[in-house]
């Protein structure tokens, strides 16, 4: 190849290259970051915002919102983010000095408010069009995209509460009596179980509590006692053995278990021991 025509290869090499660097970082600046306090809002805007936004999660799944601790990086996450997408739940007490450190004039606030437990598919359903007007709120030019986008999510929803229901009607669920976190208990009502006492939290479960419950448990001939994963796990294990019941632990948000980083995958997950825990 001659010196002239190995430059102007060169020179259009590196102009295709810049190019394409300029594409991928144009495209990676038009995204819509969003910042999400849990894993449940933040597979939500990922499943509505699709390739339109970049999600930062801020509390790990496993972990109970109200135990919470800002970190410095945190902090920096939020100055530079579009969106900060909060349930409005007691235990967010962190969120208005979190945001005044941000110090991020061009940050909007919304709460997804949705009463009852994010597991149930109608509640689901419900944060997803919440969560569709958030985004819209903030990139108006994509509303359009963004509601097609909760529908399609919607109808996903529905076909999965259809073959859960399918299978709890096959387990004759309704027949079994259980003692539950009092943060499952919704939940668990969805589900047909017959939930016939509740506890706050292991931090409620004093000796006067644990003998109402224990008492409770035997006049209703409880068989199984769940506890909340995000709460910390087996809390009332001993009130299980005490009754001859089995226990389990169920979680309210994706990725609280292994392997179920999708709402889908969570609630699969929870009414997989359900039901493996009914089994006779």
Not at 44 to 57: A, F, K
Not at 58 to 75: E, K, M, T
Not at 218 to 234: C, M, S, Y
Request: proline share 4%; glycine share 6%.
């Amino acid at each position: 190849m001659k010196k002239g025509c190995f430059l102007t290869a060169c020179v259009v090499a590196i102009s295709l290259i810049t190019i394409l660097l300029t594409g991928c970082s144009t495209a990676s600046a038009a995204k819509l970051k969003v910042v999400t306090s849990t894993s449940l809002l933040a597979y939500i805007t990922q499943q509505v915002g699709s390739d339109r936004v970049e999600v930062i999660n801020l509390i790990p799944p496993a972990q109970h919102p109200g135990n919470f601790n800002v970190r410095p990086s945190d902090v920096e996450t939020l100055a530079s983010a579009k969106l900060f997408l909060l349930h409005g739940w007691p235990g967010e007490g962190y969120a208005d000095k979190f945001i005044a450190s941000a110090n991020n004039p061009n940050l909007t606030v919304v709460k997804a408010s949705v009463e009852g437990n994010w597991m149930i598919p109608s509640i689901q359903a419900t944060a997803a069009d919440k969560v569709a007007a958030a985004l819209s709120q903030v990139d108006g030019k994509n509303n359009s995209a963004y509601g097609k986008s909760a529908e399609q999510y919607k109808q996903r929803i529905a076909a999965k509460e259809t073959e859960i229901k399918a299978k709890l009607q096959k387990a004759n669920i309704a027949q079994v009596n259980v003692i539950a976190s009092q943060r499952q208990a919704d939940f668990l009502q969805w589900t047909g179980l017959n939930v016939v006492a509740t506890y706050t939290g292991p931090n409620a479960l004093n000796p006067q509590t644990v003998k109402e419950l224990v008492d409770k448990g035997r006049v209703a001939k409880v068989t199984l006692v769940i506890d909340n994963l995000q709460d910390g796990k087996d809390a009332c294990k001993a009130i299980a053995e005490e009754l001859g019941a089995k226990q389990i632990n169920l979680s309210n948000f994706p990725g609280g278990f292994s392997n179920t980083e999708t709402w889908e995958k969570a609630i699969d997950k929870n009414i997989e021991l359900i039901l493996v825990s009914i089994v006779k």
